[in-house]
């Protein structure tokens, strides 16, 4: 059973379209958060979720929206794609916040042409 | 920035010899972790270490931490070829994990 599952591995889309990444995790987590890792593969954190609710927004383009229905996923929408948003996306989840380990998934690559 | 910065960006050792990796980051903490990341692949918790600890042990890894100079190492001893991967230490602050750009270990046979 995998602990943190995101869907779709793989993206290729045109610029200007819009695309959703999906995330779920199966440990009870409480928080859950998307990262962006570079092709220089720099992380940088984008959202976290915390129940529900939304706790960290970095300065990220209003092009990317989370969602989160409930606590076991955390979905990210991507408005008007730009060449500039092609990336590995990474969901992760953690137990009492930042003060644990987290458990990511396997990672969304995507590829804006 | 809590930021971690790993040196070296790059490390190519003959396996079986002994690793150490370096971690060195800008504010207080709450604790250190450290991932490593197969190609293509998501990251795995490896360590954690709270700000109150100055060693840690698990298997063949063992992480120190110096809060007096902010930084952290990580050493896998007897290193084995499924040890290639990049490593990435990640400070803790308020709320996050903020990660550096890891260091690229390269085990050869």
């Known amino acids: 059973d995998t602990a943190v599952s995101q869907t779709p591995k793989y993206l290729v889309t045109q610029m200007g379209n819009d695309k959703s990444i999906k995330c779920e995790q199966n440990?009870?987590?409480?928080?859950m958060y998307w990262y962006k890792q570079d092709s220089k593969k720099f992380l940088k954190i984008m959202f976290s979720?915390?129940?529900?609710?939304?706790?960290i927004n970095e300065t990220v383009p209003n092009r990317f929206s989370p969602k989160s229905p409930d606590k076991a996923h955390l979905n990210l929408h991507i408005n008007s794609l730009e060449l500039g948003d092609s990336a590995v996306y990474f969901c992760a989840s953690s137990q009492e916040g930042a003060v644990s380990s987290y458990t990511f998934g396997s990672g969304t690559r995507l590829t804006v042409v | 920035s809590q930021q971690g910065e790993e040196d070296p960006q790059a490390l190519s050792i003959q396996e079986g010899e002994n690793a150490t990796m370096n971690c060195s980051y800008k504010t207080s903490i709450n604790n250190l972790q450290w991932y490593r990341q197969n190609s293509g692949r998501g990251l795995v918790h490896l360590i954690l270490i709270r700000s109150n600890e100055r060693e840690k042990h698990s298997g063949r890894l063992r992480v120190t931490l110096d809060t007096s100079k902010k930084s952290s190492s990580l050493l896998i001893t007897a290193s084995r070829a499924a040890d290639t991967a990049s490593y990435f230490c990640a400070a803790v602050g308020a709320q996050k994990l903020v990660f550096g750009q890891g260091t690229r270990l390269t085990i050869n046979p």
């Open positions: 440990l009870g987590h409480d928080t």
């Open positions: 979720y915390n129940n529900k609710e939304l706790i």
